[in-house]
């Protein structure tokens, strides 16, 4: 018996860890300090929970967004140049016609 209790204290343990390792733990704690500092508490306390996890989740996507943007447009602004510097050095196929 002692050693069955072991082993799901240990899973807990383990579960624990992979909760606050994925971020489940900070954004559920986040939700409940937003619900815990609305003025007027909302009927359904768990909609108002998804509602704000998904608005973090949504928050930190379009941030992430936003760099792979200008990620992609100085990649391509670096393939024009280097287009550019390579016409230079060798002729088009058109032109070897």
Do not use: W
């Not at 002692?2 to 900070?26: H, N, P, W």
């Not at 909609?47 to 992430?64: M, N, S, V, W, Y």
């Amino acid at each position: 018996m002692a050693q069955k209790k072991g082993s799901i204290m240990a899973a807990r343990a383990e579960f624990r860890l992979y909760l606050e390792q994925t971020g489940v733990v900070d954004a559920l704690a986040n939700a409940m300090t937003a619900l815990y500092c609305e003025d007027y508490k909302p009927d359904n306390a768990m909609d108002f929970l998804k509602r704000h996890i998904i608005a973090q989740k949504a928050k930190a996507l379009t941030g992430e967004k936003d760099e792979l943007q200008k990620k992609c447009q100085l990649l391509e602004e670096e393939n024009q140049t280097l287009k550019s510097k390579l016409t230079q050095y060798e002729p088009s196929p058109e032109a070897a016609e």
